[in-house]
């Protein structure tokens, strides 16, 4: 995944000459997740550069790039160190089109590797997507396949709006063979990435994969889950979550963060609002418990294990059907 | 031997062109303006503290729901505007209308904000004025972001940002100051010391020697100017951004000021300031000083006078009419805005208002 997202940003710097990638690291050492691996080589100092390390600094210069035409795409190196350029984010690349009717904008792409799963030390862990996702005039997506991560990305750096890219960083390892001439997917659209008749699991980013898995082992055990990448947080693609969700009339929202007041509460509600006459149970939850990040020898604990996904689904209420 | 030091420091007393009284001109480091800069200045300075009164007014009317006055501070307000090329840009905070209206954008249009109407009611673009911010230093940034984009472009734009006292001890008065420097960005940071951040006075705000001494960790060379002087802000900041626009790299000045009103009609300053130090700033007051001065040279007669007085009036009336024509503003811009493209979710939410105007208009009971 890693150097499909590499490949995306060197094609978008060959494409536009005003996209400009910076951030800590990213010059020379090429990111410390290798994303920018040879851009700074390839395209010099102006369009590939390290900043003084501050990410309001990097975002707040952003703003002032994106206001003059330029098409800034940053990397903050981990996403609990984002939170230094939070003021920037919320109070001005989100509202700077809103403050100005329109006359001005901040197209950008602020890229976060985010959530655990890799063994990493405190704060570079976090699931920070409610935040972002809680701020309107942001974009949140997060690619869960090798195929999306070159998509997305490119589909955000042509964005005319802001757009926060959640990397999950235990994917960043992640193998796949991909065509990159295949017309690269809107921002806004979720994907059926497993058909299924019995319930729907409903997933982004990291908990993707383990959404996949317990749907295979459920398969053997005769029960048919579909299974639905949520791609884009903001915008919501009510239509092929909801129309999956009706197929089925079971759901379970699978996601790393902590659950309370979260994204996939607001999915909840949703397909609840939306699909209620069609719902055989309440809509589960598997999601992180309401704890900071914990350390590595625990965090297994933390994060959506196929089993509790499937003791989920058997709690759907299959023997009042 | 020089060292890289001096280049940097800022002198110990701020610099004046003009004496307090108006009636000398100071054997000074630095340049005078000449005399149609001065006039010009002047003008400016009228039409400055005219907007102040005015808006003052407004408020008291209920016009205005806030209005944070830069009376007493409008010689560095006319000055930041004069000392800009039309292709340069003026990064405003909340304090900065009359900065904004001395750059040319119409007062009625800058109002906007603080009638409620909306957050920016003027075209950035036009001007080169970014809309006024209200988290301190945050623009700073966004300064240094813009002044980098002009110049990856091969462009000679300078990017002036200007902040309060209060704000240099925010993070981002630090980054910014640093990028600008790591980047050799044409930026002229311009602090306007007015001795307070709401209640809270400089001493518990910086123990520096003074605040253009913040530039010398960064490598920026600092300025310090007596901010009622006009001709010595102008004479400051026209140099600055010389050397800004020259590649001499971002540029810091402090000016030295008094904010004469509260910080808001919200705010009560008796309540930290005494009214023996307002009432000493009098005695410095910005707009006296250089008419004394243009009159003693011969540049300003009444006649003249007159006319500018005339003229700013006549924006005063400008003001009055336009914020006494109220026009509601379309709720579509609630949605409109957010995004290049409303979302599907934007669009439903929209309906909703859509709806409750249109049974609005329909129910009978409404006009009762
Ligand atoms: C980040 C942030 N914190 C707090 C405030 C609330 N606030 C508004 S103005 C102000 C004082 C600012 O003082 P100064 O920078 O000296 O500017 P002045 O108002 O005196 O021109 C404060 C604390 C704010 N606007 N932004």
Redesign the interface.
Known sequence: MAQALNQALRDAMTDDDSV?VFGEDVGPLGGVFRVTDGLNAEFGD?RCFD??L?E??I????????????RPVVEMQFDAFAY?AF??VV??VA???????????APMVIRVPFAGGIGGVEHHCDSSEAYYAHT??L?VVTPATVADAYGLLRAAIA???PVVFLEPKKLYWSKEEVDLTRPVPPI?RAQVLREGSDATLIAYGPAVPPALEAAEIAAQDGRSLQVIDVRSI???D??TVCKAVRSTGRAVVVAEATGFASVASEIVARVTERCFHHLAAPVRRVVGFDIPYPPPKLEHFQLPSVDRILDAVEDLQWEDS | MKSVIDDLLPTDEPLACISADGTAVLDSQIDRPNDSALLAGYAALVRARRLNDQAYALVRQGRLAVYPSSHGQEACQVAAALALDDEDWLFPTYRDTAAVVARGVDPVEVFVLLKGD???GY???RHRV??A?T?LA?Q???????????Q??GEKTV?MALCGDGATSE??FH??L??AA?FKTPVVFFVQNNEYAISVPLARQSVAPSLAHKGIGYGIPGQRVDGNDLAAVLSVLSSAVAKARAGGGPQLVEAHTYRMQAHTNADDATRYRQDADVEAWLTRDPLTRIETFLRAEGLLDDELAASITAEAEEMAGHIRGGLNTDVPPDYR?LF?????QP???LQEQSAVVADELERDTTDPEADL
């Open positions: 400009l102006k900043t003084p501050a309001s600094g975002v707040g210069l952003a703003v002032g790039l994106a206001m003059h035409g330029m230094p003021e920037q109070s001005h509202k700077l089109r809103n403050r100005t009717r329109g006359a001005l904008s309107p005039g974009h964005s005319p709006d806004g903001v915008p919501f009510d239509e | 909306w957050h920016s075209d950035p673009r970014a809309p911010t988290p945050t700073l940034l966004h300064a240094v972001g813009l002044a980098h984009a002009a990856l472009r990017a993070g981002d980054e910014a640093n990028f790591v811009h409109d805005h957010v995004y290049a979302t599907a979710q």
